[in-house]
Nanobody, 120 residues
Framework: QVQLVESGGGLVQAGGSLRLSCAAS????????MGWYRQAPGKQRELVAV???????NYADSVKGRFTFSRDNAKNSVFLQMNSLKPEDTAVYYC??????????????WGQGTQVTVSS
């Protein structure tokens, strides 16, 4: 099993900043990809930023230049620095991780989600 613990959401005014954190723990052998998705009310969940173990990061076009993804491989953690926030960034942000368990099985887990609300 893998547990993902997120933190850092909250309420901020437009133009402000927030930093999200997510730490993975459990029977992890490897993490192949880890990152952030978000889901706004009435909309589908969408990719925000995901990093893979080759060092690359994939960002949604809507956040490029404003959000910065980073990771601490030693701590199985990822972070999302969100600057110049807009009301349309309001959503529940979910951490996601996929990889291989120590038992040899592939896994894909989601965190519980953290609310980000940007007021205009």
């Amino acid at each position: 099993q893998v547990q993902l613990v997120e933190s850092g959401g909250g309420l901020v005014q437009a133009g402000g900043s927030l930093r999200l954190s997510c730490a993975a723990s459990g029977s992890i052998f490897s993490i192949n990809a880890m990152g952030w998705y978000r889901q706004a009310p009435g909309k589908q969940r969408e990719l925000v930023a995901v990093g893979t173990n080759d060092g690359s990061t994939n960002y949604a076009d809507s956040v490029k230049g404003r959000f910065t993804f980073s990771r601490d491989n030693a701590k199985n953690s990822v972070f999302l620095q969100m600057n110049s926030l807009k009301p349309e960034d309001t959503a529940v942000y979910y951490c996601n991780a996929e990889g291989v368990l120590t038992a040899g099985y592939k896994y894909l887990y989601w965190g519980q989600g953290t609310q980000v609300t940007v007021s205009s």
